[in-house]
């Protein structure tokens, strides 16, 4: 069975083919990119688990094959959760990663050790052409560096330590990042509900 991963960004692209290849399920899996006529949903959730499900019903509607979807995002403790949900846009322009992660470092400052705790979220969602949904998230805790490091990854990884290591998400291996990361957790998560109902 086909199975659309409905996200234009590479770097979850890259993440989720080794997370799901890794579980071992048959299906083909075809990026939101295969369907360029199908417009970008909007974003209108309050929540991650929200904005997954708005895109996987987006693709599962327009494809009529089973669709998964992340939204995912760094939130700072001290920021009381920013810039959460809107990571992808924080600096102004969507996706422009650099900006993002500058201007973030930036509001930051030179603010100490225990106020720099922070997490990565992601919520992943499953819908089914016929409306059925489900959804589960997952989170990767750490601390912000002040200067970025490592060139893995995408996004806010060359900032983010993961609490009990000493390198940042864009400086250890892909597969480290998988076992440990958001996005693993959630989609580990998600695997059964893939295997039953995405037949
Ligand atoms: P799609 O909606 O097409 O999936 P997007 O990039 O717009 O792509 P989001 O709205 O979920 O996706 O935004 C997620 C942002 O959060 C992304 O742009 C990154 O900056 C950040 N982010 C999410 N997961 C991350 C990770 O594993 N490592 C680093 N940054 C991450
Ligand atoms: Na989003």
């Given at each position: 069975t086909r199975l659309i991963l409905a996200?234009?960004?590479?770097?979850?692209?890259?993440?989720l083919r080794a997370?799901?290849?890794?579980?071992?399920?048959?299906?083909?899996?075809?990026?939101?990119?295969?369907?360029?006529?199908?417009?970008?949903v909007k974003e209108t959730g309050v929540t991650f688990a929200e904005n997954a499900l708005l895109k996987a019903h987006a693709l599962a509607q327009a494809t009529g094959h089973p669709a998964i979807a992340d939204d995912s995002g760094l939130c700072v403790d001290v920021l009381g959760g920013a810039p959460g949900i809107?990571?992808?846009?924080?600096?102004?322009?969507?996706?422009?990663?650099?900006a993002n992660l500058d201007l973030l470092l930036a509001q930051l400052g030179d603010i100490s050790d225990p106020h720099?705790?922070?997490h990565?979220?992601?919520?992943?969602?499953?819908?089914?052409p016929d409306g059925t949904e489900r959804v589960v998230e997952g989170q990767l805790r750490g601390t912000l560096r002040t200067a970025p490091a490592g060139?893995?990854?995408?996004?806010?990884?060359?900032?983010?330590q993961p609490d009990g290591h000493d390198r940042t998400c864009a400086e250890i291996s892909p597969r480290e990042k998988n076992e440990i990361s958001?996005?693993?957790?959630?989609?580990?998560a998600?695997?059964?509900?893939?295997?039953?109902?995405?037949?």
């Open positions: 996200t234009r960004n590479a770097g979850k692209i890259t993440e997370i799901l290849a890794d579980a071992g399920l048959p299906h083909e899996l075809v990026g939101a990119d295969a369907y360029p006529e199908v417009p970008d809107f990571s992808a846009r924080w600096a102004g322009r969507h996706g422009d990663d650099q720099r705790a922070a990565f979220a992601c919520a992943a969602a499953l819908a089914l060139a893995n990854g995408f996004g806010y990884d060359p900032i983010l958001h996005r693993g957790k959630a989609f580990r998600l695997i059964p509900a893939i295997a039953e109902l995405a037949g």
